[in-house]
């Protein structure tokens, strides 16, 4: 299967080995990866601050850059779902476009659904030692339906000892644009969600959506705490060695394209 890469923005200012990770997964699996270099932002932060003319704007390069491709698949519940349930409905009143965005959203997919529920994939071949726990993102979970998927996968981990942590379903305060208005809001909730963690006696916490990774990560560090912070196909993909989210020495290795972003081997 020829599979189109959308990278995220996040994946690839901040965190590039999450890309790198998917593309590794994904030809394990079978497929032709290709990364699309006119791709952009899925538009989301303008989606929701209100900013439709932009939104559309944005949606509409998304929409070229990704046609022709027999599945679309990113490491992200959250933008995969804004391209998959959000698209359609900004072209509703132009019948060309809305069509076009709603081809894309057929073959629009979350990684690690893309990988259990399509691919039927599960010879994952990665060990990591220890104790984790997973936190699943809001949008992932309520609007692309991902929440057995990664335990499966990480079932397959040799040395792991996956524990569910109480409230693995309670928003950790990051919500895209969420934590900038309401800051105060935001800490109490991504304090609670770390207390869940840590009762859980997990040593590490894994999820599918690197905004709310950032946001666990970048508290946690900020109150110094031991434990570390990955993203789910990063352990998939046999790199649950690289350093945690929010520590040094992230720098993407060295090659072509732009900003660490991925390329087909």
């Not at 939104?55 to 679309?72: M, S």
Request: glycine share 12%; charged share 20%; net charge negative.
């Amino acid at each position: 299967m020829r599979v189109g890469l959308f990278v995220t923005c996040l994946a690839d200012l901040m965190r590039p080995s999450v890309a790198f990770a998917a593309v590794k997964l994904l030809q394990d699996a079978g497929c032709e990866v290709v990364v699309p270099e006119a791709q952009t932002c899925c538009g989301q932060p303008a989606l929701n601050s209100g900013d439709s003319g932009d939104t559309r704007q944005i949606a509409q390069r998304v929409i070229q850059a990704f046609e022709g491709f027999e599945a679309v698949v990113g490491p992200s519940g959250s933008c995969m779902g804004t391209i998959k349930h959000d698209y359609p409905a900004l072209f509703v009143d132009d019948p060309v476009w809305r069509a076009r965005a709603e081809d894309l959203s057929r073959r629009s997919h979350e990684l690690l659904s893309f990988l259990v529920d399509v691919l039927k994939f599960d010879a994952v071949a990665a060990r990591f030692d220890g104790r984790v726990t997973y936190h699943d993102s809001c949008a992932g979970l309520r609007e692309m339906g991902v929440k057995g998927q990664p335990r499966k996968l990480l079932a397959g981990v040799s040395g792991m000892q996956l524990v569910e942590m109480q409230g693995t379903e309670e928003c950790c305060g990051f919500g895209g644009t969420f934590c900038v208005k309401y800051p105060d809001i935001s800490t109490k909730m991504v304090d609670d969600k770390i207390a869940h963690i840590q009762a859980s006696g997990a040593a590490a916490v894994l999820g599918g959506d690197l905004g709310c990774l950032l946001n666990i990560a970048g508290r946690i560090q900020r109150r110094g705490l031991p434990i570390r912070v990955l993203h789910t196909a990063e352990v998939l993909a046999g790199m649950g060695a690289s350093p945690s989210i929010g520590e040094p020495g992230q720098a993407p290795p060295a090659g072509p394209g732009h900003a660490g972003q991925p390329q087909p081997s």
